[in-house]
């Protein structure tokens, strides 16, 4: 899922979720428009699928981009900052749908995020990359990695520290 969802704003809810199905399998149009109408209710959109990208909420543009992407049934889905831009809300109920399409359908989530909140609420892992390093600089429970960890930019990051001036 991109950044923003990535909607295509002149096809409806329902066409955007069908859409890797239409070019991806060779279903009869009933059945892609079924599977489309179930992603959809798995993200809490049922009734939703003839509305525009342009009539809906940034939220629920995230989540219909979360249906689309589990349009396939891929068994690792990416996120890229899906939090982003949204309230603190709706970015508390969009880590609950992650959490809950984790746990009911075993697939597993990438996510880019800087959102602490969602950090803590859905990551069992995290890896933590540096452009200083190039490199990965730690991975781990974030829990433990915000309590223990012996890199000081690492418990400063989860601890939410600004970085003191030399």
Do not use: C
């Amino acid at each position: 899922m991109y950044q923003m969802g990535a909607l295509f704003g002149s096809m409806t809810l329902l066409e955007n979720v069908r859409l890797p199905l239409e070019e991806y399998t060779e279903l009869p149009d009933d059945a892609m428009d079924a599977i489309a109408r179930m992603k959809l209710q798995l993200v809490s959109m049922k009734g939703t699928e003839h509305q525009m990208p342009s009539e809906i909420s940034g939220g629920m543009k995230k989540r219909a981009a979360i249906a689309r992407a589990m349009a396939l049934d891929p068994g690792i889905l990416f996120l890229d900052e899906p939090s982003a831009g949204l309230d603190p809300i709706t970015s508390a109920e969009l880590d609950a749908l992650i959490r809950r399409l984790q746990k009911t359908l075993g697939v597993t989530f990438v996510v880019v995020t800087h959102e602490l909140p969602s950090i803590f609420t859905i990551a069992d892992r995290v890896i933590m990359l540096d452009k200083r390093t190039q490199g990965i600089i730690a991975e781990g429970d974030p829990h433990v990695l915000r309590d223990t960890s012996d890199n000081p930019w690492v418990r400063q990051f989860f601890r939410r520290e600004a970085e003191l001036a030399a």
